[in-house]
């Protein structure tokens, strides 16, 4: 079960205009993308924690993709199975018998996804899917909805193809902090950032990143429905960052071109720490428990590459799964150099076996 990709080379037309199969794992995914000229095969997960490789494996099962409106986002857990509680053992046989279930079904679903330019229409997706962004702060949410959406040159959705309401599954893109330093939302952002860094030695790197060094700093803005398949990430992440790449020789001036020579990603995302780690013991025939669960398997890539990073408690807890109740939901900020970045493109490549 493979798909082939284009031969690489450089478009010239919107993300929408060639399309590649995905077949993987009994369900067919269809999208249009930007072609990078890789042959993928059957995806393997990479030898990262336990639960990284539990949630690749379980959201790549058959199921009905949800609607966004209807689902929560890749801050929250959705799985129906057991989760980072368990031991490896236990969660092997988990997936063991879904997949002999699945097999039994005969059945394919089949979701058709396909890539886009941001447009004005996608408003109401994009704000669903960033509600939480910044915790429970009251802030300027439909302007910095209103810049993603305004700028095309870099950035992407994900909606299902042929879906007349155009729900956006995914979105991605990369924002410079000193070009829109002097908007509400992003003062806003700044301020927040500012309050709850409550590590000193990170402090005065955040500080340096939000002020001086804002013009060469982007925002790495990726928030997505959980269920979306994970062999979406390497094309969706590679798509970003080689529009950033053209972006530098294709803006019409050159203050835009610019703009997106960045030299760090600033990252804000969300994970869930282990409550009282050290009380935490594992049960009779199971290992270690997680201390740390990764909502988005690319934020553990970020994380190992970043120059600093620091987390903070959020006062929004995310209605979670019965096995979740010893975790907490904590945000986790990162600064990754963009010299890093090929790193983490075949890091995140090597989720699907080449």
């Given amino acids: 079960m493979s798909f082939v990709l284009p031969h690489s080379h450089r478009p010239k037309s919107n993300k929408s205009c060639s399309k590649l199969l995905l077949a993987v794992i009994g369900k067919r995914f269809q999208m249009s993308r930007r072609p990078s000229g890789r042959r993928l095969s059957k995806p393997q997960p990479l030898a990262f924690s336990p639960f990284m490789r539990f949630a690749f494996a379980s959201s790549t099962a058959k199921r009905k993709l949800p609607h966004p409106q209807d689902c929560q986002c890749s801050e929250e857990i959705t799985f129906d199975e057991k989760l980072p509680n368990l031991s490896k053992k236990a969660k092997k046989e988990e997936l063991s018998d879904s997949s002999d279930e699945e097999d039994s079904q005969g059945e394919d679903v089949q979701a058709d996804f396909e890539f886009f330019d941001p447009k004005a229409k996608d408003f109401n997706g994009v704000k669903i899917l960033l509600q939480h962004y910044l915790d429970d702060k009251e802030w300027d949410l439909t302007s910095f909805v209103d810049l993603i959406l305004e700028q095309t040159t870099v950035g992407t959705v994900v909606k299902v193809a042929d879906d007349e309401d155009e729900s956006v599954f995914a979105v991605v893109t990369a924002l410079n902090l000193g070009r829109y330093k002097d908007n509400k939302c992003f003062r806003q952002l700044k301020e927040f950032l500012v309050k709850i860094c409550s590590e000193k030695s ?75 780690p050290k009380q935490r013991k594992p049960r009779r025939g199971e290992e270690e428990i997680e201390e740390t669960v990764f909502l988005k398997p690319e934020d553990e890539l970020f994380l190992e590459l970043s120059s600093w990073s620091f987390t903070y408690p959020m006062r929004s807890q995310l209605v979670t799964s019965q096995e979740m109740k010893n975790y907490q939901l904590m945000g986790l900020v990162m600064a990754v150099e963009a010299k890093r970045i090929p790193e983490f493109r075949q890091m995140l490549n090597s989720l699907i076996d080449e």
């Fill in 202 to 276: 990170v402090a005065s790197e955040l500080q340096m990143l939000l002020e001086k060094k804002a013009r060469d700093v982007g925002l790495l803005v990726s928030q997505r429905v959980m269920n979306l398949p994970p062999q979406l990430l390497p094309p969706l992440y590679d798509g970003t960052f080689d529009e950033v790449s053209w972006a530098t020789e294709d803006e019409p001036t050159e203050e835009l071109r610019k703009s997106f020579r960045f030299k760090t990603y600033l990252i804000v995302t969300k994970i869930y720490k282990l409550k009282n």
